[in-house]
């Protein structure tokens, strides 16, 4: 089955700095990547998401960069704020070509804004 | 507020037990997935329906079930608890495999406590 690395485990950057969180895949058949934030006592809320039709989507401060030659993922943020401050998952699907969105997910990110 | 709904929020119990929990989709959703987070394991897919249909059976144990009814709402029933059951178990639902633009939003959450 598919396998989703994340790195690094925990991030602490400092307010208004960027922050980058990579993230692999093993199946070559994934073709949906979704970002979520996972605030304390919160269930994940979905951020930014990519499909492998195309390389890269930016929404505001956040983007995504996808290499599928690479089998690998990327989450930028910019110009951090501290209520970015949060877990962060990666995920990888077959989606529509399993006939499911079932989601990998990767171990997670605690990211750390300082003010 | 993704429009997902779990109902408890919390949950404690003592092993050996059965518990029931709820999940109402969002609206307009048909499919519905249950997933599992612990420290250990991370974010876990146990299973997913779609209109009412067993779609996609991911590491959910024997001991554990899942229906999704007519009205579209879902539950997920645990037996013969184990303290290694304890965990927040997640509601997410999607309009469905094959929808363009296809997303997963999850639901806050029930945290089960075995003890």
């Known amino acids: 089955g598919e396998n989703v690395e994340q790195h690094p485990s925990t991030l602490s950057v400092q307010e208004g700095d960027s922050a980058v969180i990579k993230c692999t895949y093993s199946?070559?058949?994934?073709?949906?990547f979704p970002w979520y934030k996972q605030e304390l006592g919160k269930g994940p809320q979905l951020i930014i998401d990519i499909r492998s039709n195309v390389g890269e989507k930016k929404d505001q401060r956040i983007a995504v960069t996808l290499n599928k030659t690479a089998k690998h993922f990327s989450l930028h943020i910019t110009e951090t704020q501290p209520e970015d401050s949060a877990v962060y998952f990666c995920?990888?699907?077959?989606?529509?070509?399993?006939?499911?969105?079932?989601?990998?997910f990767g171990k997670g990110t605690k990211l750390s804004v300082i003010p | 507020d993704s429009g997902v709904t779990q109902t408890p929020k919390h949950l404690i119990t003592a092993t050996g037990q059965r518990v029931t929990l709820r999940c109402s989709p969002r609206s307009g959703d048909l499919s519905v997935y249950w997933y599992q987070q612990s420290l250990d394991q991370g974010l876990q897919f146990l299973i997913q329906?779609?209109?009412?249909?067993?779609?996609a059976k991911g590491n959910i144990l024997e001991r554990f079930s899942a229906q999704q009814f007519p009205d579209l709402h879902s539950e997920l029933n645990l037996s013969s608890l184990e303290l290694g059951d304890s965990a927040l178990y997640f509601c997410?639902?999607?309009?469905?495999?094959?929808?363009?633009?296809?997303?997963?939003?999850f639901g806050s959450g029930t945290q089960l406590s075995v003890l």
């Open positions: 199946d070559s058949a994934s073709n949906y």
């Open positions: 997410a639902s999607s309009v469905g495999p094959g929808q363009p633009n296809e997303k997963l939003f």
């Open positions: 995920a990888a699907s077959m989606g529509s070509g399993a006939g499911s969105y079932q989601l990998t």
């Open positions: 329906y779609y209109n009412g249909e067993e779609r």
